[in-house]
């Protein structure tokens, strides 16, 4: 009998020291030290999914849009007032009716000095073609970095900060002495000094200039080639004069919300950002546990819970639907939400619940599965045991 007992025995220790130097990657702790008596247990309280947590959701929803800060009106609060004005490096287009010696012929190859030749048609269409500042550009007049342009007969004359029309009307009086009733015509050839970015999730992102035609928010990302598929429109980045502001254009394109759809001024830097902050996960006893992006900055419950497959039919809790929500900006004292799907307005409730950006929808797992997960875990054990001691006999 004693032999059979250390037989046993000695059977055990081979065991469990063939765990220990088993094959495969594992962790030394013996160098780590936890100190599992100071740490306090923390309680979260719970709060019970119904009809006055949505209406409270919707409300805070509704009043966060109201106050949301949005960049202050520019120059231009109405686009129908909107007036281009000259800058240094824009290149002017000056025609003087019977006078082609003062005139750029259309499409006519012109020397700028050197050996360089172009045509009115191809300069086109190179917007970002640097000219010498002050000279005459192959195609046209550059505006100098003192913000003045020279034209035979007048001379030096201010550009800046003038529009083409107040540019024409000086040209006209000035070349009275030399031509009778003047016939002077003012056009910008290329709009180059005043641009705004575009950058992020966008197919074609880079600068855009602006233009005698207003340049609003949905404009500059529709020419910048539109979003990409991970894009979120929901929260565009608008970085003005060093200060930080967060649009939805979503609300512009599908509620036609026109105060998201502000217009551009120069130097303003807009940013459309992925979808890898609007994200959320889903874990527990579901089917598939995966990270779920947030459609058009909106997802609920039910919308979760089904791009995860579902729950597990046999080792789900359907009581315990568990959101937890804030525990990026307070990990400490985050909000714990959780829905009774066994209830029959549950499907109703799950359906109007809003999630938000880095959510954890945990699904519960019910008691006869711990259960049954325990029994799976000792019967091996059990089983061994059984055969050594049938071996020893």
């Keep these: 009998m004693l032999k059979r007992h250390i037989t046993i025995s000695l059977a055990l220790t081979t065991f469990l020291s063939a765990c220990a130097t088993a094959p495969g990657n594992y962790l030394d702790t013996s160098r780590l ?3 599992q008596q100071n740490k306090p247990a923390e309680t979260y309280p719970v ?12 409300a805070q929803t509704a009043d966060a849009i109201a106050h ?11 686009p129908t007032q909107y007036v281009y004005r000259i800058a240094p490096q824009d290149i002017l287009g000056i025609t003087v009716w019977d006078h082609p010696e003062l005139t750029t012929p259309n499409g006519s190859t012109l020397s700028s000095g050197g050996n360089t030749t172009q ?7 190179q917007p970002y073609t640097q000219a010498l500042p002050g000279q005459a550009d192959p195609y046209g007049q550059t505006v100098a970095p003192d913000g003045t342009i020279y034209f035979p007969f007048v001379g030096r004359i201010r550009a800046s900060g003038r529009t083409t029309a107040q540019i024409r009307d000086e040209l006209s009086k000035k070349l009275v002495p030399y031509i009778r009733d003047p016939q002077v ?3 910008v050839l290329s709009y180059r ?9 966008v197919k ?7 233009s005698d035609v207003p340049l609003t928010l949905v404009d500059a990302i529709t020419r910048s080639g539109g979003s990409t598929d991970n894009a979120d429109l929901q929260r565009v980045r608008l970085t003005r004069k060093g200060k930080l502001y967060v649009l939805d254009a979503n609300r512009m394109l599908d509620k036609g919300d026109a105060t998201q759809n502000v217009m551009l001024e120069p130097g303003d830097i807009v940013n459309v950002p992925d979808r890898s902050d609007t994200r959320i996960f889903v874990m527990g006893e579901v089917k598939t546990p995966i990270p779920v992006p947030m459609n058009k900055g909106e997802l609920t419950i039910a919308d979760a819970l089904t791009q995860a497959g579902g729950i597990l039919d046999t080792d789900a809790n359907p009581r315990q639907i568990y959101v937890m929500r804030g525990m990026k900006d307070k990990p400490t004292t985050p909000d714990v939400y959780r829905l009774d799907m066994t209830q029959p307005d549950a499907i109703m409730l799950s359906s109007q619940f809003e999630l938000q950006p880095m959510d954890v929808v945990y699904v519960g797992t019910a008691a006869s599965t711990t259960f049954n997960r325990v029994l799976q875990q000792v019967l091996p054990t059990v089983q061994t045991l059984f055969y050594l001691k049938q071996l020893t006999r």
Aim: charged share 20%; glycine share 10%.
């Design 204 to 210: 074609t992102p880079g600068p855009l200039a602006l």
């Design 33 to 35: 030290k936890e100190d």
């Design 193 to 201: 000094s005043q641009k705004v970015q575009v950058t992020g999730d």
């Design 47 to 58: 709060t019970l999914i119904d009809a006055s947590v949505i209406q409270k959701q919707q």
């Design 119 to 125: 045509t009115l048609g191809g300069a086109l269409q």
């Design 185 to 187: 015509d003012v056009r």
């Design 68 to 78: 949301q800060v949005l960049p202050p009106p520019g120059p231009f609060a109405d």
